[in-house]
Nanobody, 127 residues
């Protein structure tokens, strides 16, 4: 069974920093895209940042509101995703979800490609 587990959320004052982590567990063959989304109360879920695996190099993509404040990165094993958030603003308050488009083993010798979500972690920016 493959799952994404997030950690690192919490309460922080405006201007502060937080780092979120997301680890993919299970027998995974390939991760094509791995990223962070967020959903604020009463709003739709939106992309925050993602890493797209390329044949020679990966590339990153950021939503305009977080450019120059957030940094997305992955561990060398490429199964752990981070989101470093700096200069946080009240409008960054949301539940942050990890998402991955990946190929994994569902039974010995059988693979499946799916788009998976983590359970979400709350980030609250308030004084």
């Amino acid at each position: 069974q493959v799952q994404l587990v997030e950690s690192g959320g919490g309460l922080v004052q405006p201007g502060g920093s937080l780092t979120l982590s997301c680890t993919a567990s299970g027998v995974i063959f390939s991760i094509y895209v791995m990223g962070w989304y967020r959903q604020a109360p009463g709003k739709q879920r939106e992309l925050v940042a993602e890493i797209i695996t390329g044949t020679t190099r990966s590339r990153t993509r950021y939503a305009d509101p977080v450019k120059d404040r957030f940094t997305v990165s992955r561990d060398n094993d490429e199964k752990t995703l981070y989101l470093e958030m700096h200069n946080l603003k009240p409008e960054d308050t949301a539940v942050y979800y990890c998402n991955a488009d990946l190929q994994y083993e569902i039974s010995p010798g059988t693979m499946k490609r799916s788009d998976l979500w983590g359970q979400g972690t709350q980030v609250t920016v308030s004084s």
